[in-house]
């Protein structure tokens, strides 16, 4: 019989027998000790030399270190893995039935979830030969899904047989294979059906191949996207075999320079009926053909002055491409201009245009089956010629097989210099004080032909005050870089450009004088080159001033060479060239007539005053936009030092070196 008690005192002694067999080993060290010396006195150690004496709790210690205990490894990031997915499906009619193949990987000891492809309808599942039954997921948000329930780790292989609606549209079918979170793809399907074009969304078709029976496909998908199928009978196209009929605009520019003459023409083809796969282009002999460049241009070829050009594919619409070529031809006289025309071409359009490079002049013209017709006619590649000796032609409409020829007489000319703009001279008025303040006034004598602006970039941190061409002021614009822009008059064709003046005023600043000291007075800088600078400097009478060696040497005081600048009109400047007036000018003192009258000297004054009565006429209404025209003169102040430089070159920021002295007073002081 069972009896509690003994069965309590077996556990007791068990337990107290366990406890001395685990500190047997140190017991044993202690016995082992007194063996030794059994008669050692108090103060000898308990051990010979040699032995170590340690505590339990550090004999456990060095034992754990000794030999640790292995930690277990971590679980997986995942329970499960679908590796891979095969579908291989077989259409008939409005399903495509077959079987799903996924490849799983299972991680996990236990029951792990392994989800279906959503939107497959599974009719069997089979794992080992085996049914596997089908659960739906977990509440959320795939609780539509159903997934295998497996339990074995390693990998398994799950069969599924499905089954795909097919859906109809537009004369077109497709099946859609369902996105899976599995790292390969892939679909092969079956259509009972032949001459059939597919296309494929969603993935890559890799194999497509048809029997006397059926269509086959092999696709590999992303496993990120569904797998699309979509697929439409053939439709055969006769238009292939049709005969071709076509119809072309040939635009031909002819350059004729001295020693050779360059050609390019430009084709634009119009398919009508049929595919081309190659047209023809009749060439004149002495004509060679260097590149023929197009989209569509597989190959030319160039036999018995007919050109063949080959398209990659048959052009059903139309094609366009460019042919570059040349010839000899004479200097001069009557030159034959060679004309390129289409072969295969029912009507066909387009022109020539014949360009003189150089110095020469067409003279006379002679065509046949051409008429007159603008640059502007015949599209851009003629258009944006800017020859000045340039003849243009159009087809005249007809049959395409009309005569066609032309011939000009060229005359050549010896070619001249021609001056484009120039500053013949630039003189510059300098009033300088001993604060570091400068009021300089710049005037250029321009000569032009075809410029449109002059380019003027003031020293650093100088403030323009007013601008003026040829008397009468001028609103600067200003270049990306801050320099100013002038503009300038031009000189009519087949005319001697005369000189006008340009004026500008304008204020810098720079440190203050001492007794005794070195000045660099900047100028401005032009884009283009000046002859001959005359600088009249104005300084304080307290100081003596001299020239530094430099671009300026100093001499006796001239006029200025040019008519423009010995004008006895001055010209008009404006103290705010950038602003507008924008409240009325301020009221007169008590007893003033509110009118201003300049003094009767001539035309110039006359109509200085007229503007001068416009301007308060708008003034009272309000608001003054534009330019004020207002006299500045110049004070010429101070004693005086003129300096002169030849050939300043464009661009250049020139600079007149001086050094300066404060008189000393009479008596030493």
């Not at 291989?88 to 399903?95: A, K, M, S, V, Y």
């Not at 794992?127 to 977990?138: E, H, I, Q, W």
């Not at 005081?557 to 404006?574: I, M, R, V």
Request: include cysteine; hydrophobic fraction near 40%; charged fraction near 20%.
């Amino acid at each position: 019989m069972h009896n509690p008690k003994l069965q309590i005192w077996a556990v007791s002694v068990f337990s107290q027998t366990r406890k001395m067999i685990s500190c047997f080993p140190f017991l044993l060290v202690i016995a082992a000790c007194f063996a030794a010396s059994p008669n050692l006195p108090a103060q000898t150690p308990l051990h010979s030399p040699g032995w170590v004496v340690l505590s339990i709790d550090e004999y456990r210690s060095l034992r754990a270190r000794a030999f640790p205990a292995e930690h277990e490894p971590a679980p997986p990031p995942v329970d499960a893995t679908l590796t891979r997915v095969d579908y291989d499906l077989r259409i008939d009619h409005e399903l495509a039935s077959g079987r799903a193949t996924l490849t799983v990987d299972v991680l996990k000891d236990g029951w792990v979830r392994v989800p279906v492809p959503p939107g497959l309808l599974v009719r069997e599942a089979h794992l080992d030969g085996k049914l596997v039954s089908l659960v739906p997921g977990v509440a959320g948000k795939s609780a539509g899904h159903l997934s295998a329930l497996l339990s074995h780790p390693g990998r398994s292989t799950l069969f599924l047989d499905i089954a795909l609606p097919v859906n109809s549209s537009a004369g077109q079918e497709s099946i859609s294979v369902p996105s899976t979170a599995s790292g390969i793809t892939r679909a092969s399907v079956q259509l009972p059906r032949q001459n059939v074009d597919v296309k494929l969304t969603g993935g890559l078709l890799s194999d497509k191949s048809e029997t006397a029976t059926e269509s086959k496909w092999l696709a590999y998908g992303r496993g990120n996207e569904p797998l699309t199928f979509t697929w439409r009978r053939k439709t055969e196209d006769h238009h292939l075999t049709q005969p071709l009929r076509l119809r072309g605009s040939l635009t031909e520019l002819v350059n004729l320079a001295e020693d050779s003459t360059p050609i390019s023409a430009e084709v634009n083809l119009e398919i009508t009926q049929g595919a081309a796969h190659e047209v023809k282009v009749h060439v004149p002999e002495m004509v060679t053909i260097n590149q023929v460049l197009g989209a569509m241009v597989a190959d030319w070829t160039l036999k018995n002055g007919e050109l063949g050009i080959t398209f990659l594919e048959p052009v059903e619409q139309g094609a366009r491409f460019v042919i570059t070529a040349e010839t000899r031809s004479p200097r001069d006289g009557v030159v034959e201009i060679p004309l390129l025309r289409l072969a295969q071409s029912e009507r066909d359009s387009g022109g020539v245009a014949v360009e003189v490079l150089g110095a020469g002049e067409i003279k006379d013209i002679k065509s046949e089956g051409l008429e007159n017709a603008d640059a502007s006619d015949l599209g851009e590649m003629v258009s944006s010629r800017e020859s000045p000796s340039l003849a243009a032609f159009k087809f005249r409409s007809g049959n395409a097989g009309t005569a066609r020829s032309l011939s000009v007489n060229v005359v050549r000319y010896t070619p001249q210099a021609v001056l484009m703009a120039n500053i013949e001279e630039a003189r510059y008025q300098v009033l300088l004080s001993k604060e570091g303040k400068s009021l300089v006034q710049a005037r250029y004598a321009v000569r032009n032909n075809q410029r449109n602006f002059l380019k003027l970039t003031l020293p650093t941190g100088a403030n323009l005050w007013s601008a003026s061409l040829a008397g009468k002021p001028v609103r600067p614009g200003q270049s990306p870089d801050g320099a100013l822009l002038l503009p300038l008059e031009k000189a009519r064709a087949g005319e001697e450009a005369p000189a006008f003046a340009v004026e500008v005023v304008y204020v810098t600043r720079a440190p203050a004088w001492s007794d005794k000291g070195q000045l660099k007075l900047p100028l401005p800088a032009l884009d283009l080159p000046v002859s001959r600078t005359g600088l009249v400097l104005y300084h304080p009478p307290q100081f003596k001033l001299t020239g530094a060696p430099g671009a300026f040497r100093t001499q006796e005081y001239e006029q200025p060479n040019s008519p423009a600048l010995n004008d006895d009109l001055a010209p008009f400047n404006t103290l705010n060239s950038f602003a507008n007036v924008a409240a009325p000018p301020p009221p007169l003192p008590p007893g003033v007539k509110d009118e201003v009258k300049f003094p009767d000297a001539g035309p110039a004054q006359a109509a200085n005053q007229a503007a001068l009565d416009k301007f308060r006429e708008k003034s009272k209404s309000g608001k003054v936009a534009g330019i004020l025209p207002i006299r500045v003169s110049f004070p010429e102040v101070g004693p005086s030092l003129f300096l002169v430089s030849e050939l300043t070159a464009e661009n250049q920021l020139p600079s007149a070196d001086l050094n300066y002295q404060r008189e000393k007073k009479a008596g030493g002081k």
